[in-house]
């Protein structure tokens, strides 16, 4: 990524640098002065022909190696006397299974002076796509010339570290992941006054920082159900009540009772949860995913469209119905099942953290 002002007379050397470098996988290029006569492919722009302004405009360049183009949209383009933000949704060809898709915010703020206004803008923008897509790859980067999302309410990890003009950090990139990139210092770009930033990916997936569970799930069936019927219609239910001393205790013995028949009739199977598996994901999808892959191995297309067309609709049902579930923790008067679902939804973990204490010792406990 980088400022890299006119970018006309500076196209054989991004051309160079993308065709035998893999640092240049994608780019994020700002305040960019543009001629129609450009011959490079790009996603970005705005409503009227980039050549056209007087300034240039912000851009993102991105390889077709790494993403199809059909799979980077332009969600968002604004400009304003305080900011210019352009929005593109991509869907690169490999993404940790945690992330649904990457929204890469560019953003150019023209001087310090609307530094404040220019961040109450964007803490704007970024709250909108936020609420639209909760489980993406949220990155913003851009010529920020000291306009700082710390003291907003957007909660974003500053990924670079080294300087980008002189000894000033004024290029940054924000992400809604803990140590996402390693920032290295690159050459300028032609003649450009900021320098290039290389971005070492150190993000670790899910699936190799936590380890898989394993859980035991009862299988309700038929067959398991008639036999707890059975196990609960030859039982003496007034031995119960003869021995409580009052209706809290008998509640407690029979629900006791209950959950001991269900342990001994129910079967139960041990089921692996890995770390990046989504909640929506039931047993019911997983049926029709190995159709699709049972298909897919015959080579039959014709069944492989109607299996695809039942499993976005299963899915999309599938996700209503886990909706449903959590927005209906609120709307119970159970005040745990409320704070439940708050933090399921705000990520919380509660985790506490363990305190060393040294050893209490005689002369110790004098002092």
């Given at each position: 990524m980088g400022n890299v002002q006119s970018l006309t007379n500076k196209i054989d050397e991004i051309s160079a640098n993308c065709k035998y470098f893999h640092e240049f996988r994608n780019a994020s290029i700002r305040l960019t002065i543009m001629s129609q006569s450009m011959d490079l492919n790009y996603y970005g722009g705005?409503?009227?022909?980039?050549?056209?302004?007087?300034?240039?405009?912000?851009?993102?360049?991105?390889?077709?190696?790494?993403?199809?183009?059909?799979?980077?949209?332009?969600?968002?383009?604004?400009?304003?006397?305080?900011?210019?933000?352009?929005?593109?949704?991509?869907?690169?060809?490999?993404?940790?299974?945690?992330?649904?898709?990457a929204i890469v915010h560019t953003v150019y703020v023209p001087n310090r002076n609307v530094a404040k206004s220019a961040a109450s803008e964007?803490?704007?923008?970024?709250?909108?796509?936020?609420?639209?897509?909760?489980?993406?790859?949220?990155?913003?980067?851009?010529?920020?010339?000291?306009?700082?999302?710390?003291?907003?309410?957007?909660?974003?990890y500053q990924q670079i570290k080294c300087p980008t003009r002189d000894a000033a950090i004024l290029d940054l990139l924000y992400t809604n992941v803990k140590d996402a990139y390693l920032s290295i210092q690159l050459p300028k770009l032609g003649k450009?006054?900021?320098?290039?930033?290389?971005?070492?990916?150190?993000?670790?997936?899910?699936?190799?920082?936590?380890?898989?569970?394993?859980?035991?799930?009862?299988?309700?069936?038929?067959?398991?159900?008639?036999?707890?019927?059975?196990?609960?219609?030859?039982?003496?239910?007034?031995i119960f009540v003869e021995a409580s001393a009052d209706v809290h205790e008998l509640t407690q013995t029979i629900s006791d009772y209950i959950s001991f028949c269900v342990e001994n009739t129910i079967p139960s199977k041990q089921v692996k949860i890995f770390p990046n598996n989504k909640p929506w994901i039931t047993k019911r999808v997983k049926v029709i995913i190995n159709k699709k892959k049972g298909l897919f191995k015959k080579g039959d297309t014709n069944a492989l469209k109607e299996v695809q067309k039942e499993l976005k609709k299963v899915i999309a049902e599938e996700k209503s119905a886990y909706r449903d579930k959590i927005e209906g923790l609120f709307k119970d008067n159970n005040m745990k099942r409320v704070w439940d679902g708050i933090r399921l939804m705000s990520g919380y973990s509660n985790k506490s953290k363990s305190c060393h204490l040294p050893a209490i010792t005689t002369d110790y406990a004098m002092i």
């Open positions: 705005s409503d009227c022909p980039i050549w056209q302004r007087k300034r240039g405009c912000v851009c993102i360049y991105v390889n077709e190696k790494w993403c199809h183009q059909n799979n980077a949209l332009i969600k968002r383009h604004s400009c304003s006397p305080n900011i210019e933000v352009l929005t593109v949704s991509l869907r690169p060809y490999y993404l940790p299974r945690e992330f649904s898709h964007l803490v704007d923008i970024i709250d909108q796509f936020e609420t639209m897509a909760p489980d993406a790859l949220t990155i913003i980067n851009g010529d920020f010339n000291h306009c700082n999302l710390k003291r907003s309410s957007v909660n974003y450009a006054d900021h320098n290039l930033v290389n971005l070492v990916p150190r993000y670790r997936p899910k699936i190799q920082r936590e380890k898989p569970r394993t859980i035991a799930v009862k299988q309700w069936n038929n067959a398991s159900i008639d036999h707890l019927r059975a196990e609960l219609d030859s039982t003496d239910w007034d």
